[in-house]
């Protein structure tokens, strides 16, 4: 990204009715930013994390949205699955973006 809005949530686990990732991805695009870098949060999907701060021993992490595919480059696939089966899994998402760097 080259220019991200960043917002810092500073490990708070609640994050208030305008601070969700929702209302941050559109005030990024609607001010012009190409993704969002939310720093210092947590994702509360994972049983895990959630049992961390119930245990209070749970640190906050960087999670990162773009808004153009091309944006994301996957680096060191070779060393997780054999480039056979990486073609594989990777047709579909060049098929749909072309210029795409996978």
């Known amino acids: 990204m080259k ?6 949530f500073k490990g708070r ?3 208030g009715e305008e601070e969700t990732y929702f209302n941050l991805l559109l005030k990024a695009k609607e001010e012009g930013h190409d993704g969002v870098i939310f720093k210092n949060t947590f994702d509360g999907g994972e049983y895990t994390k959630l049992d961390a701060i ?5 640190k906050g992490e960087d999670i990162y949205a773009v808004f153009d ?3 994301v480059i996957v680096e060191n696939t070779e060393e997780l699955v054999s480039s056979r089966k990486k073609e594989k899994l990777l047709a ?3 098929k749909k973006y072309p210029n795409i760097n996978l």
């Open 92 to 94: 579909p998402i060049k």
């Open 69 to 71: 595919p091309s944006q």
């Open 54 to 58: 119930v245990r209070g021993n749970w």
């Open 3 to 8: 220019n991200p809005l960043v917002h810092d």
């Open 13 to 15: 686990v609640y994050r």
